[in-house]
């Protein structure tokens, strides 16, 4: 196989230069690489949407809201015989063939052999159906809407619509050995800096069944993804509105949310026993999404965590566990996630070593409690100018100085302000 000169410039970079895959020009060079090896591509690419891109320039027609995870391995001989619904969530391993024609194969000059299994059929999989790991599915099946398809099945033959083949939760659908571990957790992952948390989990053999990730994140976020997915850790990525789809084949286990961004309703959080939560605070105290600022706002003197069941109510769950941590005059908002996340690890395997202890979590004391429901805006980093620097100094240090700097207005001019010592110890972990 002879490739133009420039191919290898553009296969690195559409697997190492997520931006890539946003350059029309790159993607109209890679629509001339040969059909082989864009399933390559497409089966191997660390971002779910750059694979469905790859799978649809070789005949594979693909839903919007499908997640397609990686080592999925189509055979079909390239023609338009697969066809994926709507928000389809498809785990890692899966194998569809649409044409079971052995190539090359001497048994196909057998014509009871080639008449029997030789076949080449269209497979169509439903809208809002589920396909386990490592599942196979033969020429001419189709999934129903909805229908759940179990880890390591052989389907044979077409399920309806809401039906299920071979879904019986057993060690193949985890990471890692259960050894004398209680529960089985699906994590919920929107918490960039935090993925320790979930490399310590895996340290300690914790049953992971699967990590869900927002599919729009940021960069930072994106850095921790790729960090768990180099675990070989099963990711599915989900938009709001997929949520539901990805969560209920995994009912019946236990939840973990780990700063993910979306509300779970009552009726999903209903599915798994436990379900719990950890917020960067010590509930009761500074409830709401962003509360971290105002810690500083107010000069606390201390922080920490806390794991908590999740309730209908935002951050009102019994606490299963909380950390604390030692807070100076000169933290900033970095400082101090750095120092809370850094306990975080530790908190969660505290928290899980008290559920399977059968320990009983302790009510929030609603008399120490405070809120923060507003979500904060780079517009709330604006100082009043004509304050005293001294009775600023805290409401400046809340604010981080590239995302959103604390900032005032001078002769219509926008002036921003950022805070550092000259004296810093170098092991110092603060930020000024």
Not at 2 to 31: H, P, S, W
Not at 111 to 116: A, G, L, S
Not at 209 to 234: D, F, G, N, W
Request: hydrophobic share 35%; with cysteine; glycine share 6%.
């Amino acid at each position: 196989m002879t490739l133009n000169k420039n191919y290898g410039q553009v296969i690195n970079r559409i697997l190492f230069d997520y931006a890539a895959m946003n350059d029309d020009e790159v993607l109209d060079e890679c629509k001339g690489l040969p059909s082989k090896l864009l399933r390559w591509i497409a089966a191997h690419h660390p971002d779910n949407r750059s694979r469905k891109i790859f799978f649809e320039m070789t005949n594979i027609s693909i839903g919007e809201g499908t997640v397609i995870n990686s080592g999925f391995i189509v055979s079909d001989e390239y023609e338009p015989l697969l066809t994926i619904g709507k928000r389809v969530a498809i785990s890692p391993n899966v194998v569809v063939i649409c044409s079971s024609s052995p190539n090359n194969s001497e048994l196909l000059c057998i014509p009871e052999f080639k008449d029997k299994y030789v076949k080449s059929l269209p497979v169509y999989i439903g809208d809002d159906s589920w396909i386990g790991a490592g599942a196979i599915l033969l020429p001419g099946v189709e999934i129903g809407k909805g229908a759940i398809v179990g880890a390591g099945s052989v389907v044979n033959k077409s399920i309806p619509e809401g039906g299920s083949c071979g879904w019986e939760p057993s060690e193949s659908n985890s990471l890692h050995d259960r050894k004398s571990h209680k529960f089985s957790w699906v994590i919920l992952f929107g918490g960039a800096g935090r993925e320790g948390c979930i490399e310590r989990m895996i340290a300690e053999n914790v049953n992971l069944m699967t990590i869900i990730v927002p599919a729009h994140r940021s960069a930072k976020l994106e850095q921790a993804v790729y960090k768990l997915k180099a675990l070989s850790c099963e990711v599915i990525e989900v938009d709001r509105n997929g949520l539901a789809n990805a969560l209920k084949p995994f009912s019946g286990n236990a939840l973990l949310s780990i700063g993910f961004p979306y509300l779970i309703p009552i009726e999903l959080l209903r599915l798994f026993q436990p379900a719990l939560n950890i917020h960067p605070t010590q509930l009761p105290r500074y409830r709401g999404p962003t509360t971290g600022a105002y810690i500083l706002i107010n000069n606390e003197q201390e922080s920490g965590s806390t794991v908590h069941h999740m309730t209908e109510q935002m951050d009102r769950g019994d606490i299963v566990a909380q950390s604390r941590v030692a807070l100076t005059p000169f933290e900033t908002i970095r400082s101090l996630q750095r120092k809370v996340y850094s306990r975080e690890p530790d908190l969660v395997m505290e928290a899980l070593t008290a559920l399977e202890l059968g320990a009983k979590a302790q009510p929030q004391d609603e008399s120490q409690a405070s809120e923060f429901p507003k979500k904060r805006t780079p517009a709330d980093s604006e100082i009043d100018p004509t304050r005293p620097l001294n009775e600023l100094f805290n409401q400046i240090r809340a604010c981080d100085p590239d995302e959103f700097p604390a900032f005032f207005y001078y002769q219509g001019s926008k002036v921003c302000v950022k805070l550092w010592r000259e004296n810093k110890l170098p092991e110092s972990q603060d930020e000024l």
